[in-house]
C-alpha cells in the first residue's frame, strides 16, 4: 500500500545546529513531494516541493530538501537551526493521479536555547 | 491579503447540533479541499472540489456534506455533531489538477470541539 512515513515522532537540537528531518514513502515510481510546517495554533506553510529536475531543492526559511529515489526518501534538512524553527513539520506527497495529498504523521522540532 | 480563509477559527458546540465552516480563497485557484487533523496531528483529506465539481469524496460519514457556490468558497457543513468529530479542520486550495498544481495552500484551521 502507498504511504508516507516520518519515523520520529520528535527531535530536539541546539539553536545553531544542523537539521535532519527523515521521510520515506512507499510507491512505485516517483511521486510529487513536499515539506510543510505547522506552527502552533496555525495552518500549514509550504517550505519546498520537488516535481522532477535537480533533486536538491531550496526551499523558504533556510530549507533545503534532497530527493533519493534509491532510498525513496525526501529528507528535510537546514544547516543552522533557529528558535523560531521550533514547529511541526509534515511531510507529504501525491502518489498518482488520485490528487490526493497524502500527508505523513509529522515529526515535531524542539529547539534548546 | 489572506489567502485562504475559514471562519470560525474555533467552534465550540453541542453534540447533536449541526454547524458550518466557511472558506474562501483569493487566489483564483480552481481547486478547493477539506482535511482533518486529529488529536495526533495525523491530517487525513476528506473532500475535494474542482470548478465546484466533486472530485475526492474520501469514507466520511455523510454528515459531513460540502458545498461549493463558487470556484472561491468550499463550505463544510455537519449534521448531528458527535464528539469524535472535535479535530482542526483546514481549508486548501490548489491551481488546479494535475502536475505542479498540486502545490495546496492552508487556511488557518478551524478548531471544533463537541462537548
Known amino acids: 500500500a502507498q504511504s508516507v512515513t516520518q519515523p520520529d515522532i520528535h527531535i530536539t537540537v541546539s539553536e545553531g545546529a544542523s537539521l535532519e528531518l527523515r521521510c520515506n514513502y512507499s510507491?512505485?515510481?516517483?511521486?510529487?513531494l513536499f515539506w510543510y510546517v505547522q506552527s502552533p495554533g496555525q495552518g500549514l506553510q509550504l517550505l519546498l516541493k520537488y516535481f522532477s529536475g535537480d533533486t536538491l531543492v531550496q526551499g523558504i526559511k533556510g530549507f533545503e530538501a534532497e530527493f533519493k529515489r534509491s532510498q525513496s526518501s525526501f529528507n528535510l534538512r537546514k544547516p543552522s537551526v533557529h528558535w523560531s524553527d521550533a514547529a511541526e513539520y509534515f511531510c507529504?506527497?501525491?502518489?498518482?493521479?488520485?490528487?490526493?495529498?497524502?500527508f505523513g504523521s509529522g515529526t515535531r522540532l524542539l529547539v534548546r536555547p | 491579503d489572506t489567502a485562504v480563509s475559514q471562519t470560525p477559527k474555533y467552534l465550540v458546540t453541542q453534540m447533536g447540533n449541526d454547524k458550518s465552516i466557511k472558506c474562501e480563497q483569493n487566489l483564483g485557484h480552481d481547486t478547493m479541499y477539506w482535511y482533518k487533523q486529529d488529536s495526533k496531528k495525523f491530517l487525513k483529506i476528506m473532500f475535494s472540489y474542482n470548478n465546484k465539481e466533486l472530485i475526492i469524496n474520501e469514507t466520511v460519514p455523510n454528515r459531513f456534506s460540502p458545498k461549493s457556490p463558487d470556484k472561491a468558497h468550499l463550505n463544510l457543513h455537519i449534521n448531528s455533531l458527535e464528539l469524535g468529530d472535535s479535530a482542526v479542520y483546514f481549508c486548501a486550495s490548489s491551481q488546479g489538477l494535475g502536475g505542479t498544481s498540486y502545490e495546496q495552500y492552508f487556511g488557518p484551521g478551524t478548531r471544533l470541539t463537541v462537548t
Open positions: 507529504a506527497v501525491v502518489m498518482d493521479s488520485s490528487y490526493k495529498l497524502i
Open positions: 510507491y512505485g515510481a516517483t511521486p510529487y
